[in-house]
């Protein structure tokens, strides 16, 4: 079946530093791509979202990058802060089946 | 604005016992979602409502889950009865109409099923 996952599950960046997480998908027909930031003990939190026939989007201090060719989502985070530690998820979404599909997680830490 | 808020936050039940979750979504949200996540895994669907309609239900399974949604507002999802592999998180969420806008989650319901 389609699936989106993430290509590592864990990422330490040093505080100041930018990260950069990852995501790769298999349905080549989803519509819209989105990433979500999830603390200890929260509901997913939107960020940014980017759509099909983009390949960049900029909100404050995040960019997501999509590389449809090789099915590739990153999520770049400038200047992380200790508030940026939290699990991030992508998600995608087929207008389609109307499912939005989520992955499994990477977990930022952030280290002061 | 006031986010979605769920109730309660935590809950432990022993098997084979009944459980209520209720959401409140955001104020004018037409869409309300249930989703379930497992531990270290992405949220999952259950349930979709538009307004007081169930327009996708396809993951929810029927034998043991139930869900309403009175008046097109508040909601609540039921189990009846509870089994081990019922231990999640339950996550509500809402947004202005269906997959159009961002979903907005609330904090959501742990439940533990001993």
């Known amino acids: 079946g389609e699936s989106v996952g993430l290509h590592l599950p864990t990422l330490s960046v040093q505080e100041g530093d930018n990260s950069i997480i990852n995501c790769a998908y298999s349905n080549s027909a989803s519509d819209y791509f989105i990433w979500y930031k999830q603390e200890s003990g929260k509901g997913p939190q939107f960020i940014i979202d980017i759509r099909s026939n983009m390949d960049k989007r900029q909100g404050q201090r995040v960019t997501v990058l999509l590389n449809k060719t090789v099915k590739h989502l990153s999520l770049q985070i400038a200047a992380t802060q200790p508030g940026d530690s939290a699990v991030y998820f992508c998600a995608d979404f087929n207008f389609g089946n109307e499912k939005l599909t989520f992955g499994t997680g990477t977990r930022l830490t952030i280290i002061p | 604005e006031a986010g979605v808020v769920q109730s309660p936050r935590y809950k432990i039940i022993e098997k084979k016992q009944p459980v209520a979750f209720w959401c409140n979504p955001i104020?004018?949200?037409?869409?309300l979602y249930w989703y379930r996540q497992n531990l270290g895994q992405g949220p999952e669907l259950l349930i979709r409502y538009e307004n007081e309609e169930a327009v996708d239900d396809s993951q929810l399974p029927k034998d043991r889950f139930s869900a309403e949604r009175l008046k097109g507002v508040d909601s609540t999802l039921k189990i009846q009865p509870a089994e081990l592999g019922d231990s999640a998180v339950y996550l509500c969420?809402?947004?202005?109409?269906?997959?159009?806008?961002?979903?907005?989650f609330g904090n959501g319901t742990r439940l533990t099923v001993t």
């Open positions: 104020s004018g949200h037409n869409t």
């Open positions: 969420a809402s947004s202005l109409q269906s997959y159009n806008s961002p979903l907005h």
